[in-house]
C-alpha cells in the first residue's frame, strides 16, 4: 500500500517543529496499516490556527467555536473516489489547529508531538468512517483503535 500526505501549513502563528509533518504522515499511514486499508492512498493535511477551525467550524458544522481538528470524509461505507491522476482513493481532509493542539497539549500535560499524533490518528479513523458522537461502544472502539496505533507509533500515555 502506497499513501501519499499532501501537508499544508495554511497559518503563520505558529512555527510547526521539526518532524511533525513526518509525524503527521507517520501517523497516517500506521492508521491505514492497522485498519487493513486495502488500496493506495490519499489524505490532505492541513495546519491552522484557531481562528481559521472556528470559521470552518461554523461553516460546515453550524458549530461557532474552534475546535482542535476536523475531518472531512471523502467517502462513505468503505467507498472512495479515485484520484485520476494517482489512481489513489482520496479519504477527505484533515484539518489540524496548530494552537489548539499546543493548549490541549499544556492541559492533558504531555508534548505536542503526542497531541498531533493523537489528532492525526483521530482524525483518519474519522475518515474511515469511524464515529465517536453517539459515545457508548462506538467511542470505546474508537479510543482503543486510536491508543493501538499510538502505542506503535511510540506516543502511548504511560501510566505511573
Do not use: W
Request: charged share 25%; proline share 2%; hydrophobic share 40%.
Amino acid at each position: 500500500m502506497k499513501v501519499k500526505v499532501n501537508i499544508t501549513n495554511a497559518q503563520n502563528d505558529t512555527a510547526i517543529p521539526v518532524g511533525t509533518k513526518l509525524l503527521v504522515r507517520k501517523a497516517c499511514i500506521a492508521t491505514l496499516v492497522e485498519e487493513k486499508f486495502p488500496d493506495n492512498a490519499e489524505v490532505d493535511v492541513t495546519f491552522v490556527n484557531d481562528e481559521q477551525i472556528k470559521e470552518y467550524n461554523n461553516q460546515f458544522r453550524n458549530i461557532d467555536k474552534s475546535t482542535d481538528v476536523l475531518s472531512f470524509p471523502l467517502g462513505e461505507n468503505g467507498v472512495y473516489d479515485t484520484n485520476p491522476e494517482t489512481k489513489n482513493k482520496m479519504l477527505g481532509d484533515v484539518v489540524i489547529s496548530i494552537e489548539h493542539a499546543l493548549a490541549q497539549a499544556d492541559l492533558f500535560g504531555h508534548g505536542l508531538r503526542r497531541e498531533i499524533g493523537y489528532l492525526t490518528v483521530h482524525s483518519m479513523l474519522h475518515l474511515l468512517g469511524y464515529d465517536h458522537v453517539n459515545g457508548g461502544m462506538e467511542k470505546t472502539v474508537m479510543r482503543e483503535k486510536e491508543e493501538v496505533i499510538l502505542k506503535k507509533l511510540g506516543l502511548a500515555i504511560t501510566k505511573v
